[in-house]
């Protein structure tokens, strides 16, 4: 005898249930899609540049994807998977913030035709999850390989990152600076590195001149002029440096307290010991064979007063004062120092040494800086000195030059060159598309609705140039088709040309982390169903 079968869900209830599920994805597909609307005109050379005022009523200007989604105030919670995949991809890559979040903006739309045609969501993810597996090995078949000695190779790719800056008039100076900053701290045999520490390289930014006027410093430059009184040095040779902890003033008690006088011969007494206990510790600094002294900032008690400062200045001592103790490893690590908490401990052994150091002036500002020439350099530090006529266009040259710097790390990581302007994206495309007509079932169609996608990236290139899309994407799709891997859009001249002969070429490592990183976000937004808000 059969089983009784259960009381079957009325077809409302279930269709409910589904219509939810479905609601819910359509709506965090079009708010994801907006975010990825917003910034697209800031892709490539002829991106347009963003005006964003903060909160705090400062202004900034900035095409760099990463910056502009870190400072909008998005709500909603799909939405900010976009941004946090930006941020995945500037720490990752550095460079392609913009084109991760266009790319995922143009999944998702080739989602939504997907789902329209009852394709279940799971299905479409396990697809574009081996979409972009295949897009991956494809990129790097079509990758040129490149030398970490080849500096040419390596400013070229920085060249081709910092076009699509505000200081892309800049970078015939500031590609070979951000190249040779990298080289720098990767040692004499680049070739080993399979990483590089970015914070081995400090950024000193100072108002005044021009972008032109900054430079690489190979030593250590701190942002502001030594602290002198009358008769103090402000060149000194043959540097012996010290990097000093303890405070040059009067002791004060642990708890705080009052001290009264009542007559002056104790007033006179008080004195004269603040001035035997100074003049102690200034004595010891100067029987260690320090002649440049580093004074850490602190906020227990005065660092420095005027009679150390005096007493420092009489024995010929440069003293560089408000050292903060995030820079101290930096310091130490570029001068061979080791920072000293007690005047007791203070020996020859623990000072640091440098040819020259000295207060340069600035042109165009007037402004003083310490600079620290010839130093020993055990850690391999380099120092980038930051130029730039106001605020704004200081803050945007700090953020290409780490981006581009970010590009020769991305080098190091992954030594593969690929062509730039749309064309990685356009071969990916061609080759998925053939792929997608020899697969069968639910992924022929997901595969080609992923390379139809592919293409937004020379399509919004075009758009922003300018140029007609469709046009100039069909050519592309030509060029690719008669077998032109390096076929990309000259922006420049508005039409289809070799990439690779015109040297523009990117990291593989931006275009495939690009290619991944919106793949996992778009599967992400698609497998949700429901939005649980919990108060």
């Known amino acids: 005898m059969a089983a009784p079968v259960g009381p079957r869900p009325s077809s409302g ?29 800031s892709l490539g050379p002829r991106g347009m540049d963003k005006l964003m005022q903060l909160p705090s009523g400062e ?35 550095g460079d392609g913030t913009t084109s991760v979040v266009v790319l995922a903006g143009a999944l998702l739309d080739a989602c939504s035709g997907l789902l329209s045609k009852g394709i279940h969501p799971a299905m479409i993810a396990s697809s574009f999850y081996k979409a972009a597996e295949q897009c991956t090995q494809l990129l790097k078949k079509a990758a040129q390989p490149v ?28 590609a070979p600076l951000a190249v040779d900053s990298v080289l720098g701290i990767l040692g004499d045999n680049p070739s080993d590195a399979v990483n590089v520490d970015l914070r081995d390289i400090r950024m000193v930014e100072q ?108 024995m010929g001592i440069l003293v560089v004062t408000d050292i903060e103790r995030t820079d101290v490893e930096f310091v130490c690590r570029t001068l061979g120092c080791t920072p000293v908490p007690h005047v007791d401990s203070l020996s020859p052994e623990k000072l640091g040494s440098a040819e020259h150091v000295g207060d340069v002036v600035l042109p165009g500002s007037g402004h003083k800086v310490v600079k620290f020439v010839g130093v020993a350099n055990p850690g391999r530090t380099s120092t980038v000195l930051l130029r730039g006529s106001n605020e704004l266009v200081l803050a945007e040259a700090n953020r290409s030059v780490h981006d581009a710097q970010c590009v020769v790390r991305s080098l190091v990581k ?16 061609l080759r998925l598309r053939e792929l997608a007509l020899e697969t069968t079932g639910m992924d022929s169609h997901c595969f ?28 592309l799709r030509k060029a690719h088709a008669e077998g032109t891997i390096g076929a990309g859009i000259d922006v420049k001249k508005g039409h289809i040309s070799n990439m690779y ?30 939005l649980v808000v919990v108060v």
């Open 501 to 530: 002969s015109k040297n523009v070429v990117q990291p593989l490592l931006v275009t495939t982390s690009a290619i991944k990183l919106a793949t996992e976000t778009v599967c992400m937004i698609l497998k949700v169903d429901d």
């Open 414 to 429: 992954q030594r593969y060159l690929i062509a730039g302007g749309g064309a990685a994206e356009t071969e990916a495309s």
């Open 59 to 93: 202004v900034l200007i900035s095409n760099d994807g990463a910056t502009i989604l870190s400072k909008m105030n998005v709500l909603h919670p799909a939405a900010k998977m976009l941004v946090e995949c930006s941020q995945s991809q500037d720490i990752e890559a």
């Open 207 to 314: 108002l005044g001149g021009t972008v032109d006027d900054t430079e690489l410093v190979p030593g250590l430059v701190f942002d502001k002029g030594s602290t002198k009184t009358a008769g103090g040095p402000s060149q000194v040779e043959n540097a012996k440096v010290a990097l000093i902890q303890f405070c040059l003033s009067a002791p004060k008690t642990d708890m705080d307290n009052n001290v009264v006088v009542s007559d002056y011969a104790a007033m006179d007494r008080i004195l004269r010991d603040e001035r035997k206990y100074i003049l102690n510790m200034c004595k010891k600094i100067k029987k260690s064979g320090a002649n440049v002294v580093l004074i850490q900032k602190s906020i227990l008690r005065d660092a420095y007063n005027e009679l150390s400062l005096h007493f420092l200045a009489k």
């Open 147 to 174: 030398d970490m000695n080849d500096r040419e190779s390596l400013i070229h790719a920085v060249q081709t990152c910092l076009s699509s800056k505000v200081v892309s008039q800049n970078s015939d100076l500031l």
């Open 13 to 41: 209830e279930t269709l409910q249930e589904r219509s939810k599920g479905k609601d819910v994805r359509i709506s965090n597909i079009v708010a994801a899609k907006a975010v990825a609307a917003a910034i697209r005109t």
């Open 448 to 475: 080609k609705a992923y390379a139809d996608a592919l293409e937004v990236i020379p399509y919004t290139l075009a758009e922003n140039a300018g140029l007609k899309p469709i046009e100039i994407v069909t050519e």
